[in-house]
Each structure stands twice: as C-alpha cells, then as structure tokens.
C-alpha cells in the first residue's frame, strides 16, 4: 500500500510546487544567503520541467524504436553475423561517459537543444538494444517450436510470439534509459539546452543552494516516478505473457 | 562472385565515406569554423588514399583469416593516424602559429570504420585471455608511442596540450585521484555495509532503498548539494577542517562520487555472498569454521567474481562522471571540457573528452579481462 501512496504524495507534492513555486519560498528560504531569491523566476519552472521531459521522450522514444530496429535485425537471417559484433559495441559503447559524448556532438551540431538529444539517443540505444536482444535471442526452445508446429511465418512469429515476450525485457531496458537521460540531460544546460539543468547551474553559478536543491529534487522526483511507472507496466507485461 | 562477410562490407561503406568527406579541418585560428581537407590534397595523399580504399574494399570477401584482418585494421587505424599529424605539420604556412589543423568527420570515420574492423577480428580470433591482455598492452603502448614520437605535435588538441602541459598532469592526477579515491572509499564503506544487510535480512530493503533513491539525483545537483552540505560540516563540526573536510576544491566531487558508487557495490557484495551454494557453506560449518572464517575464507573469495564485476561499474562511471567536477571546481579532465564549451574552443573540448574516453575505455576492458580470470579461477 505504502508503495502506491508514496509516489502518489511526491507527484501531487511536485505538481502543486511546479504550478505555484512562490507558495514554497519559505521552504527554500534557509538555504539562501544575502536576501537571494529562494525560488528561481528567470523561466517558468513548468516550462523548463514540460522541455526537459519532452526532450528526454524524444530520446526515448528514438532509441527505443532504433535499439528495437537494430535487435530485430541481428537476430534473423543475414543480420545473424552482426551479432557478435553488436554485442562488443554496446559493451564498448556503455563505457563512453555521457558527459563527453555530449561534449562531441557540440561541435557537429552546434550549441542548443540538439547535441542534447543526440547524445542522449546515442547513450540510450544501449541499454535498450542490449535488453531487446535478451528479449529475443533467449527464448524457451519449445516456444520457438510450438511456433513452428502451428505454422506461423517468420512475420507472424514476430509480432505474435517474439515481441510480446520480450517486452518486459524491452520495458526495463526503457527504464534504464529514461532514467538515464533524466539525469543526464541537466548536463545538456552546459550546451545551452532548455532544462532544469538550467537552475542547477544559476544555483552553482550564484552559489545559492536553494536553486540547486529544488532543481534537483524535481529532476529526482521525476526519476523515482518514471522508474516507478515502467516497474508497473513491466509487471502488468510479465503477468500477461504468464511469465510470473 | 566469392562470399561477402557482411559486417566488414558495413565497415567499407563508412571507411569509404570517411575517405571521400574532410580528413582535416583548416581554421585561422582555435575559435573561427574551418575549412575542410581532403586526403587527396596532402602529399602522398592520394596513394594512402588508394591503400585505405583498397584495404576497405579487399576485406569484403569472407576468405581472410581473422589475423590479416586484425593486422590491416591496425595498419589502417595508425596510416590514418600519421595522415592527420601530416596534415597539421603540411598545411598551416611556416610561421603561423595561430592555424589550427583539427581532425573532422573524415578522420573520424575511418577510425570508427577501423576501429569496428579490430573489434570483429578480434571478435573472429577469440583469443586466449593471456592474449587479450598482450593485445590491450600492445594498443595502449601503440598509443603512447605514436603521442611521444611528436607526429601529432601539430594537431590542434596536441597544440592545446603543449600550451598546458603542466596544468594537464595536474587534472590527470586530479582525474584518476576522485575515480580511484571514490571507489576505494566505496569499497571500503560497501564491503561491510553489503556483509552487514547480508546477515540481517530486514535491513536489505531500508539500506538498498535508500542507495537506490541517492542513485537518481541527477548528478549535477548532488555535486552542487555537497558544496554548501560539506561547507557547512567544515564550519560547525570540531576537527572536521582538519580531518580534510572541505566545502570547496576536489573533496565535494570525491564525496558525490562516493554516493554514487556505494549502490552498486552494496547489491553486488550481497548478490555475491547469496549466490554461494548452500551445501559449501554448510560444509565450511561442518568443518569447524567460525563464523568469521567461513565469511573471510569461503563466502568472500567465491564472491570475488562478482564484487569485480561492481568494480568495473563504479570505475568506468566514476571516471565519466568525474567530468562534472569541472563545473563545481574540482578539478580533473572536466575543467579542460568545460572551460572549452564556454570559449566554444573544441579543441579544448577535446583535450578534456579524449583522455576521458580512453581512460573509461581502458579501464573498462581490462576490469573486464579481470573478472573473466576470476571467474575461471572460481569454476
């Protein structure tokens, strides 16, 4: 029970704060010093939060449709041969900082919101793809057979039997990547990007922790509650594969 | 019409089009844009040229064992390398030392065309351990050596490195001390708090709960958050100052980091000990083993494996994020990063995001080369 009222409380808890953040000024007046403004006013703070969550569903949805694509791929017919090969690369791939990858991409796209979704589609597509090709390529031997004894064709076998399997796979690997992107799309701020990263840094900037604190607590809200929203919907996915 | 190895007919399509796009960009001076160069225009330029599409072109057929391969790739990857350090040497005129030569999308290509192209011969050779640690020894020397030479000297993130050679050695030091400092501490405070929750089962879901939520503070706000917290910790808590507590420099970045580190030793320490068998601890028990000797002589050792395998997560993302202390002051490669976003001087970018990469990349094999050696060993 306490799992469902608690993030239920902290997303009312950041809805109220986002529509109406001068009402919490006295929450975040400690943490000013010299009369600084304890709520940050340059942008609206729903604007920021609305950009920061469509940029990071647009990385999202991209790598998920991309990492997908890809898994498809090398795990039928001629893509087969890739497969070794896509592995190492998205061994190698996760190694690469994000921070950096999204310094490269500045000078390719220029300053903004771009080298941002690059970035976070670039370092998305692994965590997806790797959980994807899991999905698919470790499938109980009798299903595969089973599939083959009723006749399906290699398409119907794919959306009927493969994918639906492993979509929860696929779910969770979604989850790491959104969550993901979410943190690391503060950063996209130091590229000119618009999103919360944008208070945490006026908060580093004019050292006033109160900017810091309320940019991060709404970034890390919305992680607990994205992570917690893709939990479910996994859970609502393996229970009707009748995987639990 | 001999068999096609499809990967290395992918590796072809982008070799070539990094052949037939700017190998170099020529810029007036660090911040202007450039303009492109071919390989064509350079001395000797069209032969390696022809050499690099032949190579690319020849790999195609699926008859080449998997050591021809490697040997071309790695012939293709230092011709490429050597044509850039030739370009910057060639092209600015004599006495300008404000041109910047610096590698673009061409360059790039062929060393991700190539780079795939060691990666699958490898792939092909699966070779012994022993050799996939000559092999890591061998390119990380091949690196060092063709830096030291002074062929690159000429390249602009080299020019940026020979106008801050000292400050580089100092944020190197800066760098590797928070990535290897923060895990040392994380080990040191994870090990036990992972036995601890391993042994009293109530407090797994509180201790892990906690860790997980600390995990999704985005990291910038948790670096910006230790500066005032470790501030105010400095100023109030007796002996604190000296004990190095410090609310500006490197210690808020070892601290963050730190935070971000103890979650995934903490799981692994404890999926560790729960995936030895039942019977082997039974048996330690049986043969008159303390509690303190089954831990320290059974438990720990079979759970080597995976504690390493949270030693390569912690490194690899402590040395990524490390980056991010560049923009609270704590020094390491982010400086260089920062510092060059905000000039919009990408060679500076460079400086910074290069040794980062490498650094992650490396330690990342060979952590992986470690766990793969403990897990024999265990078996």
């Given at each position: ?244 | ?84 350090g030739m370009a910057a040497s060639h092209l600015p005129p004599a006495g ?28 092909r050779l699966r070779p012994s351990l022993a050799l996939r640690w000559v ?68 407090w797994r879901g509180p201790v892990l709960g906690v860790l997980n939520i ?166």
């Amino acid at each position: 029970m306490i799992r469902r009222i608690l993030p239920a409380l902290a997303g009312l808890a950041l809805l109220a704060f986002l529509i109406s953040p001068g009402s919490f000024a006295p929450l975040f007046q400690p943490f000013t010093r010299n009369n600084a403004p304890a709520i940050y006013t340059q942008t609206s703070l729903l604007s920021l939060t609305l950009s920061h969550l469509a940029i990071v569903a647009l990385a999202v949805a991209a790598s998920t449709v991309a990492g997908l694509v890809l898994a498809i791929l090398v795990t039928r017919g001629a893509g087969r041969e890739f497969l070794p090969l896509a592995r190492t690369v998205t061994a190698v791939g996760q190694t690469f900082p994000p921070v950096a990858v999204l310094a490269l991409a500045v000078p390719v796209l220029g300053f903004g919101t771009g080298p941002t979704l690059v970035a976070l589609f670039l370092y998305g597509l692994l965590p997806v793809f790797e959980n994807a090709l899991a999905g698919l390529s470790n499938q109980p031997a009798p299903v595969a057979e089973a599939a083959r004894a009723m006749g399906l064709t290699p398409r119907q076998r794919l959306w009927q039997i493969d994918l639906p399997l492993a979509l929860p796979l696929l779910l969770a690997g979604m989850r790491l990547t959104a969550v993901i992107s979410l943190g690391t799309a503060t950063i996209g701020s130091t590229v000119a990007a618009r999103t919360l990263g944008e208070v945490i840094i006026a908060g580093l900037l004019s050292s006033n922790t109160a900017f810091v604190l309320q940019g991060g607590l709404v970034v890390g809200i919305l992680a607990v509650l994205i992570h917690h929203a893709f939990q479910a919907a996994e859970v609502r996915a393996r229970r009707r594969m009748g995987l639990d | 019409m001999p068999r096609l190895w499809p990967p290395a007919v992918l590796f072809a399509m982008i070799g070539l089009a990094g052949l037939a796009l700017p190998l170099v960009q020529f810029k007036a001076n660090r911040i202007v844009p450039g303009e492109g160069v071919g390989l064509a225009a350079l001395p000797h330029g069209p032969w390696v040229m022809l050499g690099l599409g032949a190579a690319l072109v020849l790999a195609c057929p699926d008859r080449w064992p998997a050591v021809a391969r490697l040997a071309s790739a790695v012939a293709g990857l230092i011709a490429a390398t050597l044509m850039l350090g030739m370009a910057a040497s060639h092209l600015p005129p004599a006495g300008n030392s404000l041109a910047r030569v610096a590698p673009a999308s061409g360059f790039w290509l062929l060393v991700l065309a190539f780079g795939l192209m060691v990666a699958d011969a490898v792939n092909r050779l699966r070779p012994s351990l022993a050799l996939r640690w000559v092999m890591l020894a061998g390119a990380v020397a091949l690196a060092a050596g063709i830096l030291a030479s002074g062929l690159l000297d000429g390249v602009s993130v080299m020019r940026e490195y020979a106008t801050r050679r000292d400050l580089f050695g100092r944020e190197a030091q800066a760098h590797l001390a928070l990535a290897f400092g923060s895990l040392g501490l994380a080990l040191l405070a994870g090990i036990p708090l992972g036995i601890a929750i391993f042994q009293v089962r109530r407090w797994r879901g509180p201790v892990l709960g906690v860790l997980n939520i600390l995990q999704t503070i985005p990291s910038l706000a948790l670096f910006g958050m230790m500066i005032p917290v470790l501030g105010w910790v400095a100023a109030t808590v007796p002996g604190a100052t000296q004990a190095g507590v410090s609310g500006i420099g490197t210690f808020p970045a070892l601290v963050a980091l730190f935070l971000y580190s103890l979650l995934p030793v903490v799981s692994n320490t404890l999926a560790g000990l729960s995936g030895v068998p039942a019977p082997t601890r039974e048996a330690a028990v049986g043969l008159g083993m303390t509690r303190a000797q089954v831990m320290a002589q059974v438990l720990l050792p079979l759970a080597l494996p995976v504690l390493l395998a949270a030693v390569r997560i912690v490194l690899v993302q402590n040395i990524g994020l490390a980056v991010i202390a560049g923009l609270i002051g704590g020094g390491g490669f982010g400086t260089f990063v920062f510092q060059g976003l905000g000039q919009t001087a990408m060679d500076l970018v460079l400086l910074g995001a290069l040794p980062t990469i490498a650094l992650a990349l490396v330690a990342g094999i060979a952590l992986d080369l470690l766990v793969q050696g403990t897990r024999r060993g265990a078996a």
